[in-house]
């Protein structure tokens, strides 16, 4: 049981370049989403779904992409790195919390992004 | 809007001692969640404790224990006999349905 798995650990782009951060979790959880991590801000929400081609904004969506096609995976689009765009990205994985209550999130290892 | 406030950005103690971290957040929700997570120089997220709203008493794990003032929509983070590898960012963080949010966190060291 892997849990939640992110690729790559580090990254470097420059400015208008696309990539895909990779998300997968082998607990067969419902929920999934992405956040950002700046220092002083905590972790802010980009995207989240809810289930196989369902997916919905969190609090920052712009610029970035997400489709869930199968429950493990939660890739995330970059379609044209900013430099804002700089930061420490988490997947994260939880059972649905609106039918199990049980909302605990699991947390992958994190990408660090540097956009020049 | 739902807001996670921790007004301490960076905390130390000594080892063995007991420290407390602040959170306090707002919500016009009812029914919600509230976690502590620890993250190490590792990066990693971990989860230290979850309060349910509905629940008057204080969650506690292990050396970890909270003190959950709903009213006064506060929920505190207790740390007894504190250890080096308790030394972490603790970032507090409400969940309501599909929603989390988190605080800014509080680094703390802690000191040998």
């Known amino acids: 049981n892997a849990g939640v798995t992110q690729t790559p650990k580090f990254q470097v782009l420059k400015t208008g370049q696309s990539m895909t951060l990779q998300c997968a979790q082998d607990m067969n959880h419902e929920y999934m989403s992405w956040y950002r991590q700046d220092p002083g801000m905590g972790l802010r929400l980009i995207h989240y779904s809810v289930g196989a081609g369902i997916t919905d904004q969190g609090e920052v969506p712009n610029g970035y992409n997400v489709s869930r096609s199968t429950t493990e995976d939660f890739p995330l689009r970059l379609l044209s790195a900013a430099p804002s765009q700089t930061s420490v990205y988490f997947c994260?994985?939880?059972?649905?919390?609106?039918?199990?209550?049980?909302?605990?999130?699991?947390f992958g290892p994190g990408t660090r992004l540097t956009v020049l | 809007a739902q807001t996670v406030t921790q007004s301490q950005p960076e905390m130390s103690v000594q080892e063995a001692e007991t420290v407390t971290l602040s959170c306090t957040y707002d919500t016009s929700e009812s029914d919600y969640y509230l976690f502590w997570y620890k993250q190490p120089p590792s990066r990693q997220m971990i989860l230290v404790i979850r309060q349910e709203a509905y629940k008057q008493q204080n969650a506690t794990e292990n050396r970890f224990s909270v003190n959950f003032q709903k009213a006064a929509k506060s929920f505190s983070l207790k740390i007894s006999d504190s250890q080096l590898g308790d030394a972490a960012m603790y970032f507090c963080a409400l969940t309501y349905g599909q929603n989390f949010v988190f605080g800014p966190g509080t680094r703390l060291s802690v000191l040998p």
């Open positions: 994260a994985s939880s059972y649905n919390p609106t039918t199990t209550g049980n909302n605990e999130q699991f």
